[in-house]
Structure formats: structure tokens, C-alpha cells
């Protein structure tokens, strides 16, 4: 599914964000990426959509190397990987319908299609009497679930979650994963950039840990501090 092979990348200015970086993650695993800010989570989900080309090693997902995709294969690429951000990026003043709906359109999903299936896919995020709400009044967790419901409207087969709990509460927050890793249960990858220790420990799953763009620990069922 992933396969980073001494994978590094240097901003413009010369800094570099990551460092002979190398990890393999298989199909339908969970894993967390933790570290702190600065140590390169986001800067790997990046790559992983190709926002990002490495400046050296090779990043293959879905067994392509990533830096060679051009045009369609890119478009093809984050189709099927679902990405939701820690800001939301939502559409503020539409509803929560048109939110999905228009990820959907962009997917060149039917619109016969789209109507079937928005209200089954909010049914499975708990905001099925949310649909014709406007986001704007929605609480931080109900936000964040308009998110994955986007992320995963077209059915990827690799979700990647940047700081999914950064803005909201402990209960919430455990309820997010917990919705995450039924989606993983079902076959599809997830990988969660993340420096929320609670949430690491509490569900126990394989942790890749980064520090100064270098990866320092990876462990199957780990904490966020043990790999260390």
C-alpha cells in the first residue's frame, strides 16, 4: 500500500523536513503517526498525495512511485485516498449535504448517484437529521464528521487523518478514532498524523514515531511515549 524507501524533503529554502525516511504500511493496516510539531507528520501525508514530490528516495503507494504520477494519474491517486484535515477546510455556508455532494461531483460521481448515496453515508457518520444544516452551526465534533463523510464519499481505499482530534474534546476525540477504525475494520487503510498521547495510548495500534524529520520508532500495538 505505502513503501518509503530513504525518502527525504527539502523546502525551498534549503531546510530539510524529512530524513532518509523509510517504512512500509500494507493494506488495511492502522496506524498512528505521532511526533511533535515540526517533526514531519504532515509534511508524509503530503507527500503521500503528491502536494509534495521527494526530494530524493522513492515513495510508492498503491505500488506507483509517486514522484513519476503526472495529470490524470495524480487526479486518480488522491480519488482513492481520503483525506481529512485538522481545520476541516469545509464549506462554511453550505449545508452539510452540498459539502459531500460537491466531493462527490469533483469525483465525477453520477448525480443520481449522489442523491442515493449522501444520505447513507451520513447515516453511517450520525448526521443524517444534520443534512440540510448549514456547517457553520455545527459543533467542532459535528464538523469533524462532515470531514470524514467527505474523505470517504467516494469510497478510498486509504484514509489519511492529519490532526483529526486537534480541535476537539477527550470524548470526542475517542469517538472520532473509534468511527476511523470501524472504517479499518472494513478493509480500509488509515493513517492518523497525530500528537495526541491519550488518544495513541488509549487504542494501542501500530506507531510510527518522527522527531526532527527522522523516523525514530515504529512498534505494532505501541504507545506514544514507549518508542522512545
Do not use: W
Request: glycine residues 8%; positive net charge; contains cysteine.
Amino acid at each position: 500500500m505505502i513503501e518509503a524507501i530513504s525518502v527525504s524533503y527539502k523546502y525551498p529554502d534549503g531546510k530539510s523536513a524529512l530524513k532518509n525516511i523509510s517504512f512500509t504500511i500494507n493494506r488495511s493496516e492502522f496506524v498512528f503517526l505521532v511526533g511533535p510539531s515540526g517533526a514531519g507528520k504532515s509534511s508524509i501525508l503530503k507527500l503521500l498525495i503528491k502536494e509534495l514530490t521527494p526530494t530524493s528516495g522513492i515513495l510508492k503507494v498503491f505500488g506507483k512511485n509517486v514522484s513519476q504520477l503526472r495529470g490524470k494519474q495524480v487526479s486518480m491517486l488522491r480519488r482513492n485516498v481520503g483525506v481529512i484535515f485538522q481545520d476541516f477546510r469545509l464549506l462554511e455556508e453550505r449545508t452539510v449535504y452540498d459539502n459531500i455532494q460537491f466531493a462527490m461531483r469533483a469525483a465525477g460521481c453520477p448525480v443520481r448517484e449522489i442523491k442515493k448515496k449522501v444520505p447513507q453515508i451520513l447515516k453511517r457518520v450520525g448526521l443524517q437529521e444534520k443534512a440540510e444544516s448549514k456547517v457553520v452551526k455545527l459543533s467542532g465534533g459535528e464538523q469533524q464528521r462532515v470531514g470524514i463523510a467527505r474523505a470517504i464519499s467516494n469510497r478510498p481505499a486509504m484514509v489519511l487523518a492529519d490532526e483529526p482530534t486537534g480541535n476537539l474534546d477527550p470524548q470526542t476525540s475517542v469517538e472520532i478514532i473509534n468511527f476511523l477504525k470501524h472504517l479499518n475494520l472494513q478493509g480500509t487503510t488509515v493513517l492518523i498524523a497525530t500528537h495526541d498521547q491519550q488518544v495513541v495510548d488509549y487504542f494501542k495500534k501500530r506507531v510510527i514515531h518522527l522527531e526532527n524529520g527522522r523516523l525514530v520508532g515504529d512498534e505494532a500495538k505501541g504507545a506514544y511515549l514507549r518508542v522512545l
